[in-house]
């Protein structure tokens, strides 16, 4: 009898979702750029386990991110929907002096829902920055059964915060100081506890298919790490040496996870994505985008906040062993808005048919095929003057405000976006002023005029 409940336990829990479903984990870091990573020329910050993503995997070259700020680059990988169409298209407080962003609007499908409705458990850990508990933006709302870590994007500015949330729930750190400097301390250093936590929730929900987005805040400002590790020592000033023991940190967690996966025997059903949500928060020209060569000597212009590739392109590898090719590095194109079809295509969930995604399937590129063909990418930020970008073959556009003329760059022999052809291109200039228009559609929060401009602080 004991056998039977079981078997019939069994199957109920497996009629949501296909025999031998993988689980999902996408770890997002946060400020990280691609220039950071051993694999990608680093020489000074080790990265030991996102080499073994790559070696183990597959390692991309040209992997974009949703935009080029936080909140907004995390809702179109949760929802599928590229800036011009993403409900989110800048960093918003919900309230001033509150914790929380501007929320996911009511009825928001992202990936968790979808997965969810196919069976899966659902976690995120680490920040979510797209609604506090009690709005339509929630992670609890959007489809996520469990949450650990940061609500608020100001609030993970200290990475000794005097409280988490545990779900809902706020848990207190009282031994932390909660301070938003470099000199900030306390007992509890934050990704130390959410990456307890996480491994926890993968441990107990090991037996049937999960999905995991692990939203790591480091790198990310302020620059603050419980022990600079094999860094002590070097003749660097503080903020760079905190700054390479926080992207080891972050390595070591991510290999913290992968290790896990195979000693619980899930590592062959497990696709494991990693990628930074925008490009570095330091220019070429400050001590640390200096120091470790983050533009891999002018290989990518711009970062954060702007439309350039150093923006845009992202470290990211995929893993998956005996499924996603070992060792393949590509520098065919893809972007976060593709990571929901990719992820329905290999469950086998179906997106409800009200609900368009601006991506497309990603399976057969993960498996080592080509990327899916596509008419363009797009992007556009709301920070200060709105600004957009597009890609087409070879072709980037990028215009710095409604205004200001359209740029045009190639990327197969100007990697660098240092020569500005649009002159000599006047149809391509055109193309790019359509896509500007016709892929987006207006919303009264993120209105595309220079009339909202505001001062947004520079590093
Ligand atoms: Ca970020």
């Known amino acids: 009898m004991k056998y039977l409940t079981f078997f019939f336990y069994a199957v109920l829990a497996l009629s949501k979702t296909a025999i031998g479903a993988p689980n999902f984990i996408f770890i997002l870091s946060d400020d990280l750029a691609q220039g950071d990573c051993g694999s990608y020329g680093q020489k000074l910050i080790k990265t030991p386990n996102l080499d073994r993503m790559a070696r183990e995997g597959t390692r991309y070259e040209q992997a974009y991110s949703g935009t080029s700020v936080c909140a907004p680059s995390r809702t179109s990988l949760m929802t599928g929907l590229h800036m011009g169409h993403s409900p989110i298209r800048g960093n918003r407080q919900a309230q001033p002096n509150q914790e929380g962003q501007k929320p996911l609007p009511d009825g928001t499908f992202t990936v968790a829902k979808l997965l969810k409705s196919a069976g899966y458990s659902t976690a995120v850990t680490g920040k979510w920055g797209m609604g506090m508990f009690d709005t339509s933006g ?4 959007v489809g996520f059964d469990r949450f650990f870590g940061y609500n608020c994007q100001a609030h993970a500015h200290s990475y000794f915060p005097t409280h988490l949330y545990d779900d809902a729930k706020r848990i207190d750190l009282p031994g932390n100081d909660g301070n938003k400097s470099i000199n900030g301390k306390g007992e509890v250093y934050a990704q ?8 926890k929730w993968v441990r107990e929900h090991k037996e ?3 999905f995991l987005f692990y939203a790591i805040t480091l790198p990310h400002d302020i620059h603050q790490i419980d022990n600079q590790g094999i860094y002590k020592n070097q003749p660097w000033t503080d903020q760079q040496k905190n700054y390479a023991a926080m992207v080891t940190r972050l390595d070591s967690d991510v290999g913290r996870l992968l290790d896990l996966l195979v000693e619980l025997g899930i590592d062959k059903n497990t696709l494991v994505m990693f990628a930074g949500d925008n ?3 330091f220019s070429s020209e400050s001590p640390v985008g200096k120091l470790f060569d983050q533009t891999m000597g002018g290989k990518l212009r711009g970062f954060k906040r702007s439309m350039y590739e150093g923006a845009l392109r992202q470290a990211s590898f995929a893993w998956w062993p005996g499924t996603v090719p070992a060792g393949r590095v590509t520098d065919e194109p893809w972007a976060f808005w593709d990571f929901l079809p990719t992820v329905a295509e290999l469950s086998g969930a179906k997106i409800p048919a009200s609900v368009k995604s601006d991506g497309l399937t990603l399976a ?4 080592g095929g080509s990327a899916p063909k596509r008419d363009y990418f797009y992007w556009e930020l709301h920070e200060g003057t709105p600004i957009q970008a597009a890609r087409w073959d070879d072709w980037k556009a990028v215009r710095n405000g409604i205004s200001k003329p359209i740029e045009l760059y190639n990327l197969k022999t100007d990697q660098s976006e240092a020569k500005d052809i649009a002159k000599e291109n006047p149809e391509l200039v055109s193309k790019a002023a359509a896509i500007f228009k016709s892929a987006r559609v207006d919303d009264p929060a993120w209105p595309l005029t220079e009339k909202n401009s505001k001062k947004v602080k520079k590093k």
């Open 138 to 141: 929630s992670p609890l709302n």
């Open 192 to 199: 130390n506890l959410i990456a307890d936590e996480t491994l």
């Open 208 to 210: 049937k298919p999960f």
């Open 279 to 281: 490009g570095s928060s």
């Open 364 to 367: 057969s590129f993960l498996k």
